[in-house]
């Protein structure tokens, strides 16, 4: 059994709360807001997941967390693979005596859905992060296959999914029992105190566009840099920069990818510190093909940024058409570039949309609303959010 990494010792009161995700990166870089609050509210927290490194358990551990890796193999020569893999996972939870279970990753939430109604806790929350199998192209992760899932859901009591679109995928795919519906949040939403509204720099000098997103192909890496070669032979003061950090998918892009768009394309490494980039901009790009929550681009919103992105899930409710951004078509770098010179061609609306993105941001995205939903979700005492 994988070792329990145990964080220092804490009073032995408040909820035993289990979060998951396939890798420790997705725990340590998203749930680290929720995993603070939670431990700040007397409530323990275990965090799992198939693949974390040393240095991310200990920042999980510092952080206050207990740390276990999920054993997602079975021995080789298992007659029920399935089956050992929920029963290595269901002495996990009972060890340790979860009450609260936050199943979420690619290949992890149904066998942790399935072992933490076994191991008896009493609230099993559901994450949905992509649409179900069927609705993609085939790529399906091992572990979540139509049979997987129908138990999984038919285990929880609670799904959670990160935007309205995956919400309703998921209502029509017939997985879900008759009495339960899928609540939506943004993820953990936006700190508007981190991302406070940043003068925009001025115009007269040209536009300054930005990109930040995973290096990929699905998140519109290479449509940002073929659209801004497109605009800057039209538009020469026109600047583009673009970061992030690397992919661990299939159509992962490289900086040898990159290498044919340097004249054009600023690339300002992995955006680690994100702020100083938008505080840059005059608008932030986001050509996904399609997410569960972008954070990025909610980022750019919160310090007051006009959006150009892609009318798909996860990013069409970022934006009001010509109100706070505007949209194009997804994997189409003509489009992308199109929309881009709305507001080279009427950057005169660029103030007004910056104002609506952080008033949208304010409105819809607060992260302090987001906790406070998420705590009524499970449950939990929310004092210490709304005052936060």
Not at 100 to 124: D, F, H, K, S
Not at 128 to 148: H, K
Not at 267 to 274: H, L, S, V
Request: contains cysteine; aromatic residues 4%.
């Amino acid at each position: 059994m994988p070792k329990l990494i145990v964080a220092a010792k804490r009073p032995d009161s408040g909820q035993r709360i289990v979060l998951s995700a396939t890798h420790g990166s997705s725990l340590v870089n998203d749930d680290m807001p929720l995993i603070v609050r939670l431990l700040e509210n007397g409530h323990h927290v275990l965090c799992l997941a198939s693949n974390i490194s040393e240095a991310e358990t200990l920042s999980l551990t510092h952080a206050g967390a207990d740390v276990r890796q999920l054993e997602l193999a079975a021995d080789r020569w298992a007659l029920m693979r399935d089956r050992q893999i929920i029963q290595r996972a269901t002495s996990a939870l009972t060890d340790w005596k979860a009450d609260i279970v936050v199943a979420r990753g690619a290949g992890v939430m149904p066998t942790l859905a399935q072992a933490a109604r076994n191991a008896g806790a009493t609230q099993i929350v559901a994450v949905v992060e992509q649409p179900p199998p069927e609705s993609e192209n085939g790529d399906v992760p091992e572990g979540d296959t139509e049979e997987s899932l129908l138990k999984a859901f038919g285990a929880v009591t609670d799904v959670l999914c990160y935007n309205y679109d995956h919400a309703a995928q998921l209502e029509v795919s017939g997985l879900l029992p008759e009495d339960l519906s899928p609540v939506v949040l943004p993820g953990l939403g936006v700190d508007l105190e981190q991302f406070q509204v940043a003068p925009m720099p001025a115009i007269d000098k040209g536009l300054n566009f930005l990109m930040v997103g995973e290096l990929s192909k699905s998140h519109g890496i290479l449509d940002y840099c073929e659209a801004a070669k497109v605009i800057k032979e039209r538009v020469p003061d026109a600047r583009f920069q673009l970061a992030g950090s690397a992919s661990r998918a299939a159509d992962s892009v490289s900086l040898l990818d990159l290498e044919p768009f340097s004249d054009t394309v600023s690339f300002a490494g992995d955006a680690a510190d994100i702020a100083p980039l938008i505080k840059k901009c005059h608008v932030f790009v986001y050509p996904s093909h399609g997410e569960a929550v972008p954070s990025s681009a909610l980022q750019a919103m919160a310090m007051g940024r006009p959006v150009v992105t892609t009318d798909v899930p996860g990013c069409r409710e970022l934006v009001d058409e010509c109100v706070n951004g505007v949209f194009c078509a997804p994997g189409d770098p003509p489009a992308l570039a199109e929309a881009m010179q709305r507001l080279l061609k009427r950057p005169e609306l660029i103030a007004s949309m910056a104002r609506a993105s952080r008033q949208k941001a304010e409105r819809r995205y607060d992260r302090r609303l987001v906790l406070a939903a998420l705590f009524d979700l499970l449950g939990l005492k929310r004092a210490a959010i709304t005052e936060a």
